[in-house]
Every structure is written in C-alpha cells, then in structure tokens.
C-alpha cells in the first residue's frame, strides 16, 4: 500500500541552525501538509500546498517557515532560524485532492529537537 | 472557535469493553470528521470518518455516532481487543480550506 514517507526520523540541531525536513508524498496526491505535534499536545495544521503554492497557513506558519516542492516527489519544511519551541513531532500528509471526504494520509513524522 | 474539544484524556477498559469517546465542537464550518488511530512512533492513521448529514457511521467494530444539532461525535469501539490500544484523535475539517482540526486526543488501554 503506498505510504507517505518522511526523513529523517530525528533530527538534533542547535537553536538558531536552519533545519530542512522532507516528506515523499504518495504518488498520485496533490495536495500536501504540514502538521506539528509539540509533545503532549494536540496535532497542529501548519500550512497546505496544492498547485506549487501554499493555499492555506495557521498562525504558526511565520515568515521563518517555507515549504517547497523542489521536485516531481518531495515537499520540504524548512525552518530558518529554529528556536525552542520548534521541539516538536512534524507530520506531512498528503491527499489526492481536496474537498471534503479526500482522505490526509499522514508519514510517520520526524521528531526535531533544538537545543 | 476552531476547536475540537475531545474527552476524556485516557481511558482503560477490560478486552471486549466498549470504550467511548467524545468530541464536541462550536463552529459550523466543519464538514468532515474523521477519526484517526495513531500507535506510538507512527503517524496518524485514518480509522474512520463521517459526514454532518449522517447520523451514524459502522466500519467493522467503529461507529461514530453524529450529533448535529449538539455539535457532539463520538467514536465507540465494539469488542476492544488489546491491539485497540492506542492514542486517537477526533478531528474536524474546515469548510473554507481542507486543513484539520485536531482534538487533544484520548489514550486508550485495553487489558487483556
């Protein structure tokens, strides 16, 4: 069954380093997300990107995050300058399309930790 | 308010117990609810999802019931089995985009 994949699993950095996180949509999906889970606390919508362009963001989603899609398979994260609290699980997912009832498959995350 | 309220936190039951969970929320541009299982070191997985114009959902041993008019959605799981144990999370999609709001989540132990 395909699968959303996302590297690397962990990932340690120092405050203020630029972090990049990759997620392998599944094949045929067009649209992706991001979502964060600080631990503990609930899953997040970060932002969503459709088209090679972001179609929607939450609050969190400030100027210090960007998402790309450099290429026909991966969608990126970065985070410029990572502070503390950027310590979180981060999800991407993604769906075949749009609108209401198209399935969010989720990766298995990738755990950031700043120091 | 974009806000799903989930209860409760965590909740142990006897194998072939029906564990229930509560979701509740105030905005009414949601019109998706799915419920998602997630095991420890995994993503979400989608388990079961329904539509405000449904009043109730079975997939095997998952129903959601549907409360529109209380804003409310509850997920019970018939014949827990230990495999059950897991954390899950109601969730609701905004109308006007296709991000999900998540609950807080409910971690569920099924003893054996």
């Known amino acids: 069954e395909p699968e959303v994949t996302q590297t690397p699993s962990h990932q340690v950095t120092q405050m203020g380093q630029e972090v990049i996180l990759r997620c392998v949509p599944i094949?045929?999906?067009?649209?992706f997300y991001w979502y964060r889970q600080i631990l503990g606390q609930k899953v997040e919508f970060l932002v969503s990107f459709y088209n090679n362009e972001i179609s929607e963001k939450s609050e969190i989603f400030d100027d210090q995050f960007s998402v790309e899609r450099p290429d026909g398979s991966n969608f990126t994260l970065k985070i410029r300058s990572t502070k503390l609290e950027d310590s979180a699980m981060y999800f991407c997912?993604?769906?075949?399309?749009?609108?209401?009832?198209?399935?969010?498959?989720f990766g298995p995350g990738t755990r950031l930790l700043v120091l | 308010q974009q806000q799903v309220k989930q209860s409760p936190q965590s909740l142990i039951v006897q194998k072939g117990g029906i564990p229930i969970i509560n979701c509740a929320y105030e905005n009414t541009a949601f019109d998706y609810f799915p419920w998602y299982q997630q095991f420890p070191g995994k993503g979400p997985a989608l388990l079961i999802a329904?539509?405000?114009?449904?009043s109730e959902k079975k997939e095997g041993r998952f129903t959601i019931s549907f409360n529109k008019s209380a804003k409310q959605f509850s997920l019970h799981i018939m014949d827990s089995q230990p495999g059950d144990s897991a954390t899950y999370f109601c969730?609701?999609?905004?109308?006007?985009?296709?991000?999900?709001?998540f609950g807080a989540g409910t971690i569920l132990r099924v003893k054996s």
């Open positions: 997912a993604s769906s075949v399309s749009g609108g209401r009832g198209k399935t969010q498959y």
């Open positions: 329904i539509r405000p114009d449904v």
């Open positions: 094949s045929n999906h067009l649209y």
């Open positions: 969730a609701a999609r905004w109308k006007y985009g296709n991000k999900l709001v």
